[in-house]
């Protein structure tokens, strides 16, 4: 089975100018957990999701083994949503683009998301952006393929 054959061919995109609010509603309203994020001419310029998002709103790890509290402080929290709230996506988002073609097997895609601890991969033909998929598509592929289900 090929990446092509259950590769997601609509594509969610948002521009790296749009706001933290923007792309957190945005990825809300289409009930998806990531976004490609392209520059203006329409570029790939990385990738945003969910975790990306959410990682900002709290302490490094590094923060949190020397203060823990930092984690439970709600309207340390708050205050930090707020300041963030109109700051563009391009300062959170994933800029390492991994993609891959959509002739690759299932099984490669399921590897590079392993090995490069991501989620979902742009799916890229001849320098164009021509589906998305993801870690669910992969799994559920190999199951059907491999264990009937």
Do not use: W
Not at 11 to 33: G, N, P, Q, R
Not at 39 to 63: C, H, M, N, Q, T
Not at 65 to 76: K, L, S
Not at 126 to 138: A, E, Y
């Amino acid at each position: 089975m090929l990446v092509k054959d259950i590769m997601e061919k609509e594509v969610y995109t948002i521009k790296e100018t749009a706001s933290y609010e923007e792309a957190s509603l945005y990825l809300c309203e289409h009930d998806i957990s990531g976004a490609v994020v392209t520059d203006d001419a329409g570029k790939i310029v990385g990738v945003v999701s969910e975790k990306d998002l959410f990682r900002v709103l709290y302490p490094f790890a590094s923060s949190f083994n020397a203060e823990p509290a930092a984690y439970i402080d709600r309207e340390a929290r708050e205050k930090k949503a707020s300041e963030i709230r109109h700051k563009p996506i391009s300062e959170y988002i994933s800029r390492q683009i991994h993609s891959i073609s959509p002739d690759a097997p299932v099984f490669d895609a399921g590897a590079s998301m392993l090995a490069n601890r991501i989620h979902r991969l742009p799916v890229i033909e001849n320098g164009k952006l021509v589906g998305i998929v993801t870690r669910s598509h992969v799994f559920k592929a190999i199951l059907k393929q491999n264990f009937s289900l």
